[in-house]
């Protein structure tokens, strides 16, 4: 019985989870849709403010580098302070200037899928694959190296239609969690609706209709057993 009764428990335990993680995965899908919004249809304001946090960070950066050089070695005092304003100074500049935060933003994507496409090329033509996956990999490499290209030569504007497209992407996400944490939700609730109605099991009792007919047969075979017995008796006194 013990078994059946960890069992039940870890059932109930999973329940309770199901009733909860529905709720967070909603609020999760919510917080990605609304913000996929913000980036689909304000890509510019998303950019300043992707920008202003860049520069807030830097010159965050740069306080915890001046404080380390004070509480340091000696010879790292120097490195450190000076790492510690360049950052600062950087990070006012990108403050002062957002336009090159979001061309920073630009520069290194851009870089990036320079860099991954040059890399799947030259692992291409080093040979040890077969003729499907170089091709795959041949228009993988050019693709991006083109994208990389044309995001590296026009950094703002490409960084806008990024946004654009990551906002598209985000909303898509958003909804599809919404709609998997309802579904996940209607099945909590038809769980609890069938237990309500059939009652809690307890390990070991039978439904209703089985306990009913055990019952019926019982009260049969007592009055069975009482009939025999009253023949016998009417028997030995003949």
Same mark, same amino acid.
């Given at each position: 019985?013990?078994?059946?009764?960890?069992?039940?428990?870890?059932?109930?335990?999973?329940?309770?989870?199901?009733?909860? @993680? /529905?709720?967070?995965? %909603? +609020?999760?899908?919510?917080?990605?849709?609304?913000?996929? #919004?913000?980036? !689909?249809?304000?890509? &510019?304001?998303?950019?300043?403010?992707?920008?202003?946090?860049?520069?807030?960070?830097?010159?965050?950066?740069?306080?915890?580098?001046?404080?380390?050089?004070?509480?340091?070695?000696?010879?790292?005092?120097?490195?450190?302070?000076?790492?510690?304003?360049?950052?600062?100074?950087?990070?006012?500049?990108?403050?002062?200037?957002?336009?090159?935060?979001?061309?920073?933003?630009?520069?290194?994507?851009?870089?990036?899928?320079?860099?991954?496409?040059?890399?799947?090329?030259?692992?291409?033509?080093?040979?040890?694959?077969?003729?499907?996956?170089? @091709? /795959?990999?041949?228009? %993988? +490499?050019?693709?991006?190296?083109?994208?990389?290209?044309? #995001?590296?030569? !026009?950094?703002?504007? &490409?960084?806008?239609?990024?946004?654009?497209?990551?906002?598209?992407?985000?909303?898509?996400?958003?909804?599809?969690?919404?709609?998997?944490?309802?579904?996940?939700?209607?099945?909590?609730?038809?769980?609890?609706?069938?237990?309500?109605?059939?009652?809690?099991?307890?390990?070991?009792?039978?439904?209703?209709?089985?306990?009913?007919?055990?019952?019926?047969?019982?009260?049969?075979?007592?009055?069975?057993?009482?009939?025999?017995?009253?023949?016998?008796?009417?028997?030995?006194?003949?």
């Amino acid at each position: 019985m013990e078994p059946e009764l960890s069992d039940d428990a870890g059932h109930g335990d999973f329940a309770r989870a199901l009733r909860l @993680g /529905w709720g967070a995965s %909603f +609020g999760l899908g919510l917080i990605t849709l609304i913000l996929g #919004v913000i980036l !689909a249809f304000r890509p &510019t304001q998303s950019l300043v403010a992707i920008a202003v946090l860049l520069g807030v960070v830097m010159i965050i950066s740069g306080i915890y580098h001046i404080a380390r050089a004070l509480d340091g070695r000696e010879h790292e005092r120097v490195w450190r302070g000076i790492a510690g304003v360049l950052f600062i100074l950087a990070g006012l500049v990108l403050l002062r200037h957002l336009h090159l935060s979001v061309a920073l933003i630009g520069l290194f994507i851009g870089f990036t899928w320079i860099i991954q496409g040059v890399s799947a090329l030259m692992e291409t033509f080093a040979g040890g694959r077969g003729r499907e996956e170089r @091709g /795959w990999s041949v228009f %993988f +490499g050019i693709i991006s190296l083109i994208a990389g290209i044309v #995001v590296v030569s !026009a950094p703002i504007t &490409t960084v806008g239609v990024l946004t654009v497209f990551l906002g598209a992407w985000f909303i898509v996400l958003g909804a599809l969690e919404m709609i998997g944490s309802i579904v996940t939700r209607r099945a909590v609730k038809r769980q609890a609706a069938e237990e309500s109605v059939d009652g809690p099991r307890i390990p070991g009792q039978r439904t209703g209709a089985s306990s009913g007919q055990d019952v019926i047969r019982q009260e049969t075979a007592s009055q069975g057993t009482a009939d025999d017995s009253r023949s016998a008796s009417r028997n030995v006194q003949g």
